[in-house]
């Protein structure tokens, strides 16, 4: 175009902020001066389409992969159980980290002790992962999370706080394998596929009214609860005294219940609906 835009971002404002997240305002015509504007663009458009939180997921998680990001995670950083009801409007946990580490995170604590959140909490912009590696007030401990996260695949990453109403709060974090330098453009286009992605995922909650909350027979709940305790399918067994095939064939019905894609994400839904408590 003469004057540098993009015509697919004809009508915005030029400074446009997020009525669901508190960050600062983002020019548009800059945005669209990149040779990635097209790719972004693309993915708004796609999504017009959409009406499963599962199918925006897919999308969004191509987006990132021309970024090398191959990992997502979406979601609240820790349930709040004293305010958690049977009824509950819930924005849904979705990840495709590699299910290795979702197991170790789990086995180790790690969503207790996890340095993202503490940062994010704290500010509005997204950040890059060394960014909080190389920060003075980060402990051995918080360290020891990203050198073993590199282990597993998810060597470097950058993540993006979504700030809601009345203090919601979930967060959005893109990794990639191997230690890599992000460029600004590369933080600025996922932080706008992170808020389009929220802001999609919300009007899909609120359209579909109050998640109820899935239910499970007294035998899925130890299982989910020893799974969410960090147990694997052996250790769950020699607890509750079955095999560890009948804790599988259990694990399969929670997760179709929960609309989850690993053990991990259905552990996260169920007590964020409070069928279980650690």
Known sequence: MADGTFPRFQGLTTRAFSPFSFVPPIDFREVARDAFAGDFARFVEQTNGVSKSDQLFGLLSDFALNFGFPWIAYGPPTPDRKSLKPIRRVPPVMLNYPDDWQKRCSEMGYDRIDPIVKKLRMQA???????MYNDEHTTEIERRVFDEAATFGLGSGVSVPLHGPNGTFEIMSFASP????????????????????RLKVARFVNASGAYKAPELSPREKECILWVARGKTSWGVGTILGISENTVNYHMKNIMRKMEASSRMVAAIKAIEFGIIEL
């Open 125 to 131: 912009g997204a950040f890059r992962w060394s960014e």
């Open 178 to 197: 191997g230690n890599h330098r992000f460029h600004d453009r590369t933080i600025t286009y996922l932080h706008l596929a992170a808020l389009h992605f």
